[in-house]
């Protein structure tokens, strides 16, 4: 069992970058994803970063602007944002999963509280 904890969300004018940290104790044998919820949306894939072998996957339409990446000494998995849009505005939320359709979020056992993020225009 894992238990994670988001950070690094907040408000950030359009063009600008933020970074989300997801931790957890033992993150550093499972495949993790980051998925984020908008107001009246479903929610939808970011990115994932497997276990064992580090292979990132990325929503197409976010492809260039986000990157995930992972520091397995500190059991943390990292979401950079860059040229934010307002329509990233959401709940950017990671999970984990030991395997599975990493796309799908009925895929993870193991969910985060979520951090806010905010773009203004």
């Known amino acids: 069992q894992v238990q994670l904890v988001e950070s690094g969300g907040g408000l950030v004018q359009a063009g600008g970058s933020l970074r989300l940290s997801c931790a957890g104790s033992?993150?550093?044998?499972?495949?993790v994803g980051w998925f984020r919820q908008a107001p009246g949306k479903e929610r939808e894939f970011v990115a994932a970063?497997?276990?064992?072998?580090?292979?990132?996957y990325y929503a197409d339409a976010l492809k260039g602007r986000f990157t995930i990446s992972r520091d397995n000494t500190k059991n943390t998995v990292y979401l950079q944002m860059n040229d934010l849009k307002p329509e990233d505005t959401a709940v950017y939320l990671c999970?984990?999963?030991?395997?599975?359709?990493?796309?799908?979020?009925?895929?993870?056992?193991?969910w985060g509280q979520g951090a806010q993020v905010t773009v203004s225009s």
């Open positions: 970063t497997t276990w064992p072998s580090g292979t990132t």
């Open positions: 033992t993150l550093h044998s499972y495949t």
């Open positions: 999970a984990a999963v030991t395997g599975g359709d990493y796309f799908v979020a009925k895929s993870y056992g193991y």
